[in-house]
């Protein structure tokens, strides 16, 4: 069964850590059951001044979690937590 979403990519097209970062969320996501969503700081200009200089940024439930790069494990304990 899928909960609700809760995890969100913040990054941005051509960003080779972000991409690193969306792997590791879908690997994570799709274990625990878990839906996630990318979404670009080039078409949303308050994450763009939110998160410019960090990029990728994992939110969980809205709040910051990891930046530049996810931490796996830490990952998978915050989202089995809940």
């Known amino acids: 069964m899928t909960r609700s979403l809760r995890v ?5 097209p051509d960003c080779h850590l972000c991409e690193q970062a969306i792997e590791v969320v879908a690997q994570v996501c799709k ?4 839906e996630f969503r990318v979404v670009s ?3 949303d200009p308050n994450l763009a001044d939110l998160y410019w200089e960090k990029i990728p940024v994992i939110l ?3 709040e910051p979690f990891d930046f530049w790069r996810v931490n796996r494990d830490r990952l998978v304990t915050k989202l089995s937590d809940q």
Not at 8 to 12: D, P
Not at 31 to 34: D, E, F, P, S, T
């Open 60 to 62: 969980v439930d809205g």
């Open 31 to 34: 274990q625990l059951g878990q």
């Open 8 to 12: 969100t990519v913040v990054g941005k």
């Open 41 to 43: 700081i080039t078409e």
